[in-house]
């Protein structure tokens, strides 16, 4: 079968995606909470659109957005029963809901969700801050694990260095 192409929403000028902007999923099953979210990001970013967790979980395999807004309310898996397979893909995924808990909220961080808002509390810049915080806390971390891998790296040549170094006498 055909893979499914991901919804697209065009910037204000009606231009097209361009490839410097941010790339947010956005999972919702609410056209009109899908609308007010693209809208809120605006032309700095370029939103693709799923329904659900399943057509979700192939737009990130195709598309490698890099953040996911993920409705916890979803027909056929609810985001939080998703939200670990996309943890395992690495996504960054940040969970939106209309109607959620403190309990809710708590499970969807031990499950590895980076950050939790209710969609009420949703403006355009407590989103873009939510976003940006998170894209650069993935950013770090990237950048913390190479330099861990070039530390071990160099640890492991010590006793090489050492022992080279012995027999030239200093």
Request: contains cysteine; aromatic residues 6%.
């Amino acid at each position: 079968s055909e893979p499914r192409r991901a919804s697209v929403w065009r910037d204000r000028e009606g231009a097209g995606p361009v490839a410097d902007k941010t790339k947010i999923l956005l999972i919702d099953d609410n056209a009109a909470d899908r609308e007010l979210i693209a809208r809120m990001l605006g032309s700095q970013a370029m939103v693709l659109a799923a329904t659900n967790v399943v057509e979700g979980l192939e737009i990130y395999r195709n598309e490698r957005p890099d953040c996911v807004l993920l409705d916890h309310y979803l027909p056929g898996m609810a985001g939080l029963d998703g939200l670990a397979t996309f943890v395992q893909e690495k996504a960054v995924v940040s969970m939106i809901t209309g109607a959620g808990s403190e309990q809710l909220g708590a499970e969807a961080f031990k499950r590895g969700a980076r950050d939790y808002i209710l969609k009420r509390s949703l403006t355009e810049s407590v989103l873009w801050r939510m976003i940006n915080r998170e894209l650069e806390r993935r950013r770090l971390e990237i950048d913390l694990h190479a330099s861990r891998e070039r530390f071990d790296e160099i640890a492991a040549r010590i006793p090489e260095v050492l022992w080279v170094r012995s027999l030239e006498g200093e």
